[in-house]
Nanobody, 121 residues
Framework: QVQLVQSGGGLVQPGGSLRLSCAAS????????MDWSRQAPGKQRELVAT???????NYADSVKGRFIISRDNAVNTVYLQMNSLKPEDTAVYYC???????????????WGQGTQVTVST
């Protein structure tokens, strides 16, 4: 069994910062790409940022220069530092990790439970 548990999020004023964390636990052989996506009410889920096992990153244009994705492989955790937050960043944020649980099994995606981020005065 693999679990991804998210923490962080909440209410912040425009221009503020928040940090999200997502810790993977359970029967983990190796973790590959980890990413954050978000879904606002009435909108499709949007991929926000991705980080490979080697640390290479990619960002959606909407967050480039404001958000930073990072990971600590020693504790199987991915982070999303969100700066200069805007009202349009309001959404439920989800982490996802591609995890191999056994040597001879292909990796599959596991999702966190989601966390609400609200940017408002």
């Amino acid at each position: 069994q693999v679990q991804l548990v998210q923490s962080g999020g909440g209410l912040v004023q425009p221009g503020g910062s928040l940090r999200l964390s997502c810790a993977a636990s359970g029967s983990i052989f190796s973790i590959y790409d980890m990413d954050w996506s978000r879904q606002a009410p009435g909108k499709q889920r949007e991929l926000v940022a991705t980080i490979t096992s080697g640390g290479s990153t990619n960002y959606a244009d909407s967050v480039k220069g404001r958000f930073i994705i990072s990971r600590d492989n020693a504790v199987n955790t991915v982070y999303l530092q969100m700066n200069s937050l805007k009202p349009e960043d309001t959404a439920v944020y989800y982490c996802k990790a591609d995890i191999r649980t056994r040597l001879r099994e292909p990796p599959r995606g596991y999702w966190g439970q989601g966390t609400q981020v609200t940017v408002s005065t």
